[in-house]
């Protein structure tokens, strides 16, 4: 067993299916950039959100198993959708590990207002697991909530698309049935879509606010360490590893261009 004050050096392992999960890499590193991370994405199994709910089970314990392995301390599921497939199960199984995940940030955007009109973008699978309905019947009464699952929107980050005009096309014929209804705000409850924040808003027009949880996970991951006596006491700027299980020159290059991408 490591001493704690060995452990507290030790790297945040942080996972999605691919890339999109450095949009909350992005938030953990300005929330603690004196840590150390291990980024590792899976985009040669992505996208999860149209798999079967036991794939991406699998999926995601196979991810847990090869952080922990390197020494995590701590467990960001930087995934909206395996967090729905399966974060319960693993804080079953690790219970001596920090586990946070990130769900859709729908409380904010239900109490911005008077009884908003949300809109909620997210994976098939995320808006169909029962954490979401729940999430939803919690503030069915202060908002008007529109879940919009959204297949095929991920790829365009994967493949690195942020702004092209087939990535426009997309998000217009998507968006349309939303555009003369008046939204107040729009959920991004996928880690990839905060990439793709410059076109959707364009889409959906400058009076939506858009909300995504990047920031309140990673604010969560801080309590949850300091509360394990974990943080890092070091003053110095930490280091990010990026892995991916496509272990390709492009692939590292896209991660690196994605942590310092304006968005
Ligand atoms: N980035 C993931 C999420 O937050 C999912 C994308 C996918 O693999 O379908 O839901």
């Known amino acids: 067993m490591m001493a704690i004050d060995e452990k507290k050096g030790q790297p945040i392992g942080v996972f999605d299916s691919g890339v999109g999960g450095i949009s909350v890499l992005r938030e953990l590193i300005r929330v603690m950039p004196n840590e150390n991370y ?61 586990i946070v995940g990130i769900e859709p940030a729908l409380k904010p955007a239900a109490l911005q207002k008077e009884h908003p009109k949300v809109l909620v973008m997210a994976t098939p699978m995320t808006v169909q ?9 919690r503030y069915e009464n202060k908002a008007d909530i529109y879940p919009l699952p959204c297949p095929g929107l991920m790829e365009f980050i994967e493949a690195g698309d942020l702004e092209s005009e087939r990535l426009h096309d997309f998000l217009q014929e998507l968006l349309a049935p939303y555009l003369d209804k008046k939204m107040d705000s729009v959920v991004l409850g996928c880690t990839h879509y905060p990439f793709a924040r410059k076109m959707i808003r364009r889409v959906m027009g400058d009076m939506v606010t858009i909300f995504d949880g990047g920031e309140g996970t990673a604010r969560e991951m801080r309590r949850r360490l300091a509360v394990a006596g974990l943080l890092n006491p070091s003053e110095e700027p930490g280091w990010v590893k990026f892995e991916n299980s496509v272990a390709t020159p492009e692939e590292l290059a896209l991660c690196q261009r994605l942590l310092k991408q304006e968005i």
């Open 129 to 137: 697991q029962e954490k979401f309905r729940q999430l939803m019947a």
């Open 38 to 98: 291990i980024y590792l994405g899976d985009s040669k199994n992505a996208p999860y959100g149209t798999k079967p709910l036991e794939t991406v089970r699998k999926l995601t314990f196979r991810n847990v198993r090869t952080l922990l392995d390197q020494g995590a301390k701590g467990l960001v599921v930087a995934c909206n959708t395996a967090t729905s497939a399966a974060v319960r199960l693993m804080r079953s199984t690790y219970t001596e590990v920090p």
